[in-house]
């Protein structure tokens, strides 16, 4: 054990965790120039078409130091996105110490701060990293002191590399193995192994990634989850290497995978603990906090006798994304579906791409909301993540939506439009300080609502790429809130209906009328689509009928024989129009989630 080491990449978004993983994996000789292509870790199209990491990554390398010592070190890969952060609370668990890597041209940005907030709560050892000092624009002397000052770490402890080039990465390796401490814990002892990931093989079953604590686990033993008390038969155990490579035990201090056969999905939880059937540990490993869903969309297949396979699938991707979470749900317009909780807008993206992409599912997503709580007068509370689900007006006494604490960290230039962005958002309380000179730190408490929309995008445009952002849940305050119902051809369409705060139901009525208007097909008769807020119209678009030419057979002749003709037709449309349904196509329910620009 003395020989082990686990350790962890942090950062913020882009400033090169998988760059510098793809070095220290290339400086081995795990895999020869010929296999080897970016991103090596990110092994998800979705991943290597977007440049970012979703999932994080384990691999196991064999590094020999200047001694001649033969050292394994067990590198986690992690996402640098705010709304992966679970991901990276998880990989941190498993781990004794971090790289924290900052950017030599950007300096401490807003998740380098929260990620190292996460390392200190888990107690690790922090080496800080200075990476691409090859870059025109690396300032290596303002870097160190930001590190000083903002991260309050020993900046002539910091390492300089540039994982892009190549630079300093033996440095990187020589301090993983004298700086970061070896892991504690006894192979004598009982089995106690957490849990921090799990994916499913069509062909073997759930394969479960776990580092082990105390104790050993070979192939042959039988295992139990301690959370639900089910045992299993271990058909084999191994590392990661790029690919699976198989051992003959895990030992105390390692990280790995465990095969065993495990059918159910839903016995594997993320943050269990496995122990031997045999000798079981006297408690279970402290687990992970239940990760908070901050959005939620439902989600419907698109033809309903799909439903089986998306429940399947549903399953299968909840095993591999523990941020995850879902429940029954049913729409009059959408039929049988789910209502789904995400920690944000691109983890909702992510979670529609990969259903399309790796369960084949064919779906359709509402409008994003956020959880709601209302006070009714007869003081009962209730919590309302569905506008479907919003009370009866009369009813209510006090409305209360979610506020968050955003960071937001920007060079000086941009201060006007950011506040002004943040003052639109209906942002309060804001608070400066200013790291080093030229860079600023705004605090503002916005409601989680605003943020969900569009913030973020809106936020890079206005900062030329340059703005980094973060939030943290705050608390529930009082609001004006009011249900906006969408009415096509006076029927209310559930699917398409929202709480909004009432000074934004009438721009988010319009823009759906709007986009609606483009979306649906035109029809004999007219269509009329509506945005209601109880009795009251508060935005109107209408799609004209086709006309068909009923008087193209009269020529010349008295007027009256064509007057009759259009009155005939006018009786028919009015006819039609009581009968008619209008379809709405599935394009108009993504479409309303996009911006004006867009």
């Given at each position: 054990m003395e020989r082990i080491r686990n350790f962890s990449i942090i950062a913020h978004i882009d400033h090169g965790k998988s760059t510098l993983a793809d070095r220290l994996i290339q400086q081995v000789g795990l895999i020869d120039e010929r296999q080897f292509h970016d991103q090596l870790?990110?092994?998800?199209?979705?991943?290597?078409?977007?440049?970012?990491?979703?999932?994080?990554?384990?691999?196991?390398?064999?590094?020999?130091?200047?001694?001649?010592?033969?050292?394994?070190?067990?590198?986690?890969?992690?996402p640098g996105h705010v709304d992966f952060s679970y991901e990276v609370s998880r990989a941190l668990a498993s781990c004794e110490g971090v790289l924290l890597l900052v950017d030599a041209a950007q300096g401490v940005e807003?998740?380098?701060?929260?990620?190292?907030?996460?390392?200190?709560?888990?107690?690790?050892?922090?080496?800080?990293?200075?990476?691409?000092?090859?870059?025109?624009?690396?300032?290596?002397?303002?870097?160190?002191?930001?590190?000083?000052?903002?991260?309050?770490?020993?900046?002539?402890?910091?390492?300089?590399?540039?994982?892009?080039?190549?630079?300093?990465?033996?440095?990187?390796?020589?301090?993983?193995?004298k700086r970061l401490p070896p892991p504690a814990g006894e192979a004598a002892n009982p089995l106690s192994a957490l849990i921090f990931d799990a994916n499913y093989d069509s062909f073997r079953g759930t394969v479960v990634s776990c580092r082990v604590f105390e104790g050993s686990v070979k192939t042959g033993d039988t295992i139990r989850f301690l959370s639900n008390g089910a045992t299993y038969k271990v058909e084999?155990?191994?590392?990661?290497?790029?690919?699976?490579?198989?051992?003959?035990?895990?030992?105390?201090?390692?990280?790995?995978?465990?095969?065993?056969?495990?059918?159910?999905?839903?016995?594997?939880?993320?943050?269990?603990?496995?122990?031997?059937?045999?000798?079981?540990?006297?408690?279970?490993?402290?687990?992970?906090?239940?990760?908070k869903s901050m959005v939620f969309s439902s989600i419907y297949p698109i033809a309903s006798d799909d439903y089986p396979g998306l429940v399947e699938a549903m399953e299968k991707y909840e095993l591999n994304?523990?941020?995850?979470?879902?429940?029954?749900?049913?729409?009059?317009a959408l039929g049988q579906g789910f209502r789904c909780g995400f920690l944000g807008l691109l983890h909702l993206e992510i979670v529609q791409e990969r259903l399309e992409r790796e369960f084949n599912q064919s779906i359709i997503m509402t409008a994003p909301s956020v959880e709601y709580r209302f006070v009714l007068k007869n003081g009962d509370k209730v919590t309302v993540d569905n506008p479907l689900y919003y009370p009866e007006p009369t009813e209510i006494e006090t409305a209360l939506?979610?506020?968050?604490?955003?960071?937001?960290?920007?060079?000086?230039?941009?201060?006007?439009?950011?506040m002004k962005l943040c003052t639109e958002r209906r942002g309060i309380n804001s608070r400066f300080n200013y790291p080093t000179?030229?860079?600023?730190?705004?605090?503002?408490d916005m409601p989680l609502a605003e943020i969900v929309y569009d913030f973020y995008d809106r936020l890079k445009t206005v900062t030329q790429g340059y703005g980094s952002f973060d939030y943290e849940y705050l608390d529930h305050r009082e609001s004006d809130l009011v249900k906006v119902d969408i009415l096509v051809n006076h029927e209310p369409?559930?699917?398409?209906?929202?709480?909004?705060?009432?000074?934004?139901?009438?721009?988010?009525?319009?823009?759906?009328?709007?986009?609606?208007?483009?979306?649906?097909?035109?029809?004999?008769?007219?269509?009329?689509?509506?945005?209601?807020?109880?009795?009251?119209?508060?935005?109107?678009s209408t799609i004209n009928p086709f006309r068909k030419d009923v008087t193209a057979k009269c020529y010349g002749g008295d007027i009256t024989r064509k007057r009759k003709l259009l009155e005939k037709q006018k009786k028919g449309k009015e006819r039609m129009k009581m009968v008619g349904a209008v379809q709405i196509p599935q394009k108009a329910f993504v479409s309303i989630l996009k911006t004006e620009s867009e």
């Open positions: 870790l990110d092994t998800m199209d979705i991943e290597q078409e977007r440049g970012i990491t979703i999932k994080s990554q384990t691999c196991s390398l064999p590094f020999s130091n200047d001694q001649g010592e033969q050292f394994e070190l067990n590198l986690i890969d992690t807003a998740q380098t701060l929260a990620n190292l907030y996460a390392a200190m709560e888990h107690d690790l050892e922090i080496i800080p990293v200075i990476n691409k000092i090859d870059l025109p624009a690396a300032d290596v002397e303002r870097v160190k002191e930001e590190i000083e000052i903002e991260l309050g770490l020993d900046s002539d402890q910091a390492l300089q590399c540039s994982a892009k080039e190549g630079i300093g990465i033996r440095e990187v390796f020589e301090a993983i193995t084999e155990v191994g590392v990661f290497r790029l690919k699976l490579e198989r051992r003959s035990r895990l030992s105390a201090g390692e990280v790995g995978y465990i095969i065993a056969g495990i059918k159910t999905v839903s016995d594997t939880r993320v943050g269990d603990t496995i122990t031997l059937d045999s000798n079981p540990c006297d408690e279970a490993l402290p687990g992970f906090k239940e990760a994304d523990a941020a995850f979470h879902y429940q029954k749900d049913s729409s009059a939506e979610p506020y968050v604490r955003t960071t937001i960290i920007i060079p000086e230039r941009y201060m006007g439009a950011v000179p030229g860079r600023i730190e705004i605090h503002f369409v559930d699917a398409l209906s929202l709480i909004v705060h009432r000074d934004n139901a009438r721009p988010r009525g319009l823009h759906i009328c709007e986009r609606l208007k483009d979306e649906i097909p035109r029809q004999m008769f007219k269509i009329i689509i509506q945005g209601a807020i109880g009795g009251s119209i508060i935005a109107r």
